[in-house]
């Protein structure tokens, strides 16, 4: 895709994408007929809008496979919006008999990285487009991590050989929740991956910082936006308002921001050097067998149902605070579902 900014497709923002010169654009394929898809967004696929089919429903680093049926109906929507990219989370949202509304966190260790790999690499092969992985903003921290954030991610990309789309509101949250430098994290992923990027708006509520997409993109996360784009030159950026939707001018005023960013990206880009990061090679990867993910699926099970049950007490080495964290941005998007 050409570098630009975007904004991502919903019946609340059609009419924009519509009316402002916008490149690109990304759909929720969950929410897609790929036989009858909206008018609206049809058109604007003849009209020659790009649009990027991201999932939210695979469960990539769930313990057991991605369902054929979710990959076919992926690939579907892909063809029929003539998408040039798939896109979907590194998370999980069922474990077992229970799913969520909303993206849990992995821990990040070489067992679940094994698994990730093994379902990407399943997913990859049954569609027709290359395959992005996106970063989540993580309401909780797994105790007994093996690896930093910055090196799964990059292992990941680079055993499968996927892209990054890179949530630049997701990882400005969890920076801002857990600690971390910005330069050091961005020194550790293979920036050259980058597909695209999602920048959001997002607010503190109690004790964590929220990805809310309905908030107003902040100066702060532009600044983040202008760090990274300054390692790797222009790259597409993508609006992401899933809620609050404001008026026309309060979406323009967002949109001019980013296009500023993104002017001077390419405004310095003669001079800039190649992206680089320290990719990190690990140990060998343990043999995805059944125990394995029997195990894991029993550990995501736990944090699951005391997300889904407020009357079961968190996992041992779970902070209480972030555990309520991930039960209010899952009742926050019920809400939202409902209306």
Known sequence: MIPSVGLGWRPETAWLIDTRPIAFSEVIAENIDARRPPRALADAVERGLVVVTHGVSLSLGGG??????????????????????VSEHIAFVRAGELEG????????????????VDHVRRVMDQLPVPLALENIAAPVAWPGDELEEADFVAELLERTGAQLLLDVANLHANLVN?????ARYLDRLPLDRIAYMHAAGGARVDAMWRDTHAHPIG??????????????GPVPILLERDHAFGTRAALDLELDALDAVLARAYAVDAGRAEPTGEVA???????????????????HRALLRTVLEPAVPPPNGFAPHQIAEARAILASRDRHAKH
């Open 219 to 232: 100066p702060t996360l532009l600044d983040v936006l202008a760090k990274i784009l300054a390692r790797t």
């Open 101 to 116: 509304t909303h993206f849990l966190p992995v821990p990040r260790t070489r067992g679940q990285l094994a698994i990730l």
């Open 64 to 85: 057991e496979p991605p369902a054929r049926a979710r990959i076919a109906r992926l690939a579907a929507v892909a063809r029929t919006l003539r998408s040039p990219l």
């Open 281 to 299: 090679h690990y140990c060998a990867l343990p043999v995805v067998d059944a125990s394995l993910r029997q195990s894991l699926t029993t550990a």
């Open 178 to 182: 857990y600690g971390g430098d910005l």
